[in-house]
């Protein structure tokens, strides 16, 4: 028997992207019974510290402790994160098989092109796997065999919601999720990447000193925490206009 469908999927390029971007959110949809799950493209082979190995184990620490209920990490090439058709299936596989009701992606702007380029290539693996004759036309020839025979027997899906995580591009959020009790076990997610963020000489000028991590995480969930009237936050963004039943019942304070 399948298992039953992911309630929400977070979808990134590099394992600790989601504990950076969401965690906190995830973490909220678990504690209220959700079942969650995190999609990573890449093995994060070229990270400036640690290796592809340790990352995974590491990776499993972090999902224990966000209390996800499903986690994989797909072989695309780290720092390759491209918005291709091969790369599109093996998303839309994925999406057919969770059968997620919201995906979190990472904002379509930022520095990295691995993140940027992840926005548009989930959004698209997204509409792809709603298709229903999706993997029986010539254009999937050149698929690996086991991600088109899964992706054939498996029937068409869409999510409902795709939300985009903003943390690391300024831009005003459309909303922002309080993740004021759920915030140090994000903390602790993060830090589950011993190796990424312990005190090291490579990539010391990339990454902030171990002592410094809990202030800046800190200072940016308080920021947009700021917001939403409340004390730690992540911002997301929505392309759709919002809909409202209850003028009484809209959240957060003008006055």
Same mark, same amino acid.
């Given at each position: 028997?399948?298992?039953?469908?992911?309630?929400?999927?977070?979808?990134? @390029?590099?394992?600790?992207?989601?504990?950076?971007?969401? #965690?906190? /959110?995830?973490?909220?949809?678990?504690? =209220? #019974?959700?079942?969650?799950?995190?999609?990573?493209?890449?093995?994060?082979?070229?990270?400036?510290?640690?290796?592809?190995?340790?990352?995974?184990?590491?990776?499993?620490?972090?999902?224990?402790?966000?209390?996800?209920?499903?986690?994989?990490?797909?072989?695309?090439?780290?720092? $390759?994160?491209?918005?291709?058709?091969?790369?599109?299936? %093996?998303?839309?596989?994925?999406?057919?098989?969770?059968?997620? $009701?919201? !995906?979190?992606?990472?904002?379509?702007?930022?520095?990295?092109?691995?993140?940027?380029?992840?926005? /548009?290539?989930?959004?698209?693996?997204?509409?792809?796997?709603?298709?229903?004759?999706?993997?029986?036309?010539?254009?999937?020839?050149?698929?690996?065999?086991?991600?088109?025979?899964?992706?054939?027997?498996?029937?068409?899906?869409?999510?409902?919601?795709?939300?985009?995580?903003?943390?690391?591009?300024?831009?005003?959020? /459309?909303?922002? !999720?309080?993740?004021?009790?759920?915030?140090?076990?994000?903390?602790?997610?993060?830090? @589950?990447? %011993?190796?990424?963020?312990?005190?090291?000489?490579?990539?010391? %000028?990339?990454?902030?000193?171990?002592?410094?991590?809990?202030?800046?995480?800190?200072?940016?969930?308080?920021?947009?925490?700021?917001? @939403?009237?409340?004390?730690? #936050?992540?911002?997301?963004? =929505?392309?759709? !206009?919002?809909?409202?039943?209850?003028?009484?019942?809209?959240?957060? =304070?003008?006055?």
């Amino acid at each position: 028997m399948s298992a039953p469908s992911l309630d929400v999927l977070a979808i990134a @390029a590099h394992r600790d992207d989601v504990e950076q971007t969401c #965690g906190g /959110t995830l973490l909220k949809m678990a504690a =209220q #019974g959700a079942r969650t799950g995190i999609l990573d493209l890449t093995q994060g082979e070229l990270g400036s510290r640690g290796s592809a190995e340790s990352r995974a184990s590491e990776a499993v620490d972090a999902a224990r402790i966000l209390q996800v209920a499903w986690r994989e990490a797909l072989d695309i090439p780290d720092g $390759r994160v491209e918005n291709n058709y091969a790369n599109r299936i %093996k998303i839309a596989r994925i999406i057919r098989e969770q059968r997620p $009701r919201v !995906v979190i992606l990472p904002y379509w702007k930022g520095r990295h092109p691995d993140h940027y380029t992840c926005a /548009t290539l989930g959004y698209e693996a997204c509409f792809l796997a709603g298709l229903s004759r999706l993997g029986q036309t010539p254009a999937t020839h050149d698929i690996d065999p086991f991600t088109l025979r899964v992706l054939c027997g498996l029937p068409p899906h869409r999510p409902f919601k795709i939300v985009y995580a903003t943390l690391y591009y300024d831009v005003r959020p /459309t909303f922002v !999720v309080d993740i004021t009790a759920e915030f140090e076990s994000k903390l602790e997610s993060i830090f @589950a990447y %011993k190796e990424q963020y312990a005190d090291q000489a490579a990539g010391s %000028k990339d990454f902030p000193a171990h002592a410094e991590i809990r202030e800046r995480v800190a200072s940016m969930a308080h920021f947009y925490g700021m917001m @939403a009237g409340v004390k730690y #936050g992540e911002p997301f963004f =929505q392309k759709e !206009v919002g809909l409202v039943d209850d003028l009484r019942l809209v959240p957060v =304070q003008t006055i």
